[in-house]
Protein backbone atom coordinates (compact mmCIF):
# COMPACT_ATOMS: atom_id res chain seq x y z
CA UNK A 1 0.00 0.00 0.00
CA UNK A 2 2.52 2.65 1.16
CA UNK A 3 4.77 2.00 -2.46
CA UNK A 4 1.22 2.72 -4.18
CA UNK A 5 0.98 5.83 -2.64
CA UNK A 6 4.45 6.97 -3.33
CA UNK A 7 3.82 6.29 -6.75
CA UNK A 8 0.39 8.25 -6.75
CA UNK A 9 1.71 11.11 -5.03
CA UNK A 10 4.91 11.05 -7.48
CA UNK A 11 2.33 11.02 -10.58
CA UNK A 12 0.54 13.90 -8.97
CA UNK A 13 3.34 15.83 -8.61
CA UNK A 14 4.37 15.15 -12.19
CA UNK A 15 0.92 15.69 -13.72
CA UNK A 16 1.12 19.51 -11.30
CA UNK A 17 4.37 20.38 -13.56
CA UNK A 18 3.43 19.22 -16.86
CA UNK A 19 0.28 21.63 -16.04
CA UNK A 20 2.08 24.85 -15.98
CA UNK A 21 1.56 27.41 -18.60
CA UNK A 22 3.28 30.15 -20.55
CA UNK A 23 1.71 33.35 -20.88
CA UNK A 24 2.65 35.87 -23.28
CA UNK A 25 2.93 39.97 -22.82
CA UNK A 26 4.38 42.00 -24.73
CA UNK A 27 5.94 45.57 -24.35
CA UNK A 28 4.61 47.85 -27.36
CA UNK A 29 4.14 51.51 -27.70
CA UNK A 30 5.53 51.75 -24.72
CA UNK A 31 3.32 49.75 -22.66
CA UNK A 32 3.24 46.24 -21.52
CA UNK A 33 0.23 44.82 -24.11
CA UNK A 34 -1.68 43.58 -20.39
CA UNK A 35 -2.10 46.30 -17.07
CA UNK A 36 -2.76 42.68 -15.33
CA UNK A 37 -3.22 39.42 -15.40
CA UNK A 38 -3.58 36.66 -13.22
CA UNK A 39 -1.58 33.02 -13.07
CA UNK A 40 -0.63 29.97 -11.04
CA UNK A 41 2.15 29.37 -9.45
CA UNK A 42 4.70 27.75 -11.47
CA UNK A 43 3.31 29.47 -14.65
CA UNK A 44 6.02 31.32 -16.70
CA UNK A 45 5.49 35.13 -18.81
CA UNK A 46 7.24 35.61 -21.80
CA UNK A 47 7.79 39.16 -22.50
CA UNK A 48 8.75 40.07 -25.52
CA UNK A 49 9.66 43.72 -27.45
CA UNK A 50 7.80 44.33 -29.72
CA UNK A 51 9.09 48.69 -29.60
CA UNK A 52 11.73 49.25 -32.10
CA UNK A 53 13.95 50.31 -28.94
CA UNK A 54 14.78 48.76 -25.96
CA UNK A 55 13.29 47.57 -22.57
CA UNK A 56 14.23 46.14 -19.32
CA UNK A 57 11.44 44.70 -17.42
CA UNK A 58 12.33 43.81 -13.35
CA UNK A 59 10.71 43.40 -10.18
CA UNK A 60 11.56 44.17 -7.04
CA UNK A 61 8.68 42.77 -5.47
CA UNK A 62 8.79 40.65 -1.90
CA UNK A 63 7.56 37.43 -3.85
CA UNK A 64 9.70 37.13 -7.46
CA UNK A 65 12.59 39.53 -7.44
CA UNK A 66 13.96 39.91 -10.46
CA UNK A 67 16.00 42.11 -13.79
CA UNK A 68 16.20 40.67 -17.20
CA UNK A 69 18.42 43.91 -18.18
CA UNK A 70 17.94 45.73 -21.85
CA UNK A 71 16.98 43.91 -25.16
CA UNK A 72 16.08 45.05 -28.14
CA UNK A 73 13.06 44.93 -30.81
CA UNK A 74 12.71 40.95 -31.44
CA UNK A 75 13.98 39.52 -28.46
CA UNK A 76 11.94 37.80 -26.21
CA UNK A 77 12.74 37.08 -22.54
CA UNK A 78 10.72 35.11 -20.03
CA UNK A 79 10.30 34.35 -16.01
CA UNK A 80 8.69 31.48 -14.08
CA UNK A 81 6.64 32.74 -10.95
CA UNK A 82 7.36 29.97 -8.39
CA UNK A 83 5.48 31.43 -5.58
CA UNK A 84 2.51 32.95 -4.76
CA UNK A 85 1.43 36.50 -3.76
CA UNK A 86 1.57 39.63 -5.98
CA UNK A 87 4.28 41.02 -8.38
CA UNK A 88 4.74 44.61 -10.04
CA UNK A 89 6.67 44.57 -13.01
CA UNK A 90 7.87 47.59 -14.47
CA UNK A 91 10.46 48.44 -17.49
CA UNK A 92 13.68 50.15 -16.06
CA UNK A 93 13.86 52.82 -19.13
CA UNK A 94 9.82 53.68 -19.82
CA UNK A 95 9.05 53.96 -15.53
CA UNK A 96 5.32 54.21 -16.81
CA UNK A 97 5.09 51.10 -17.74
CA UNK A 98 3.18 48.74 -15.20
CA UNK A 99 2.13 44.99 -14.81
CA UNK A 100 0.65 43.53 -11.66
CA UNK A 101 0.83 39.77 -11.56
CA UNK A 102 -1.14 38.00 -9.47
CA UNK A 103 0.25 34.27 -8.26
CA UNK A 104 -2.47 32.32 -7.30
Not at 14 to 41: L, R, W
Not at 73 to 102: N, R, T, W, Y
Request: with cysteine; aromatic share 10%; net charge positive.
Amino acid sequence: MKFFMTVILALLSMSTSVMAAEHVIGQKNKAFTKKSITIKKGDTIKFPNQDPFFHNVYSMSESKSFDLGSYAKGVSKSVKFDKQGEVIVQCAIHPFMKLKVKVE
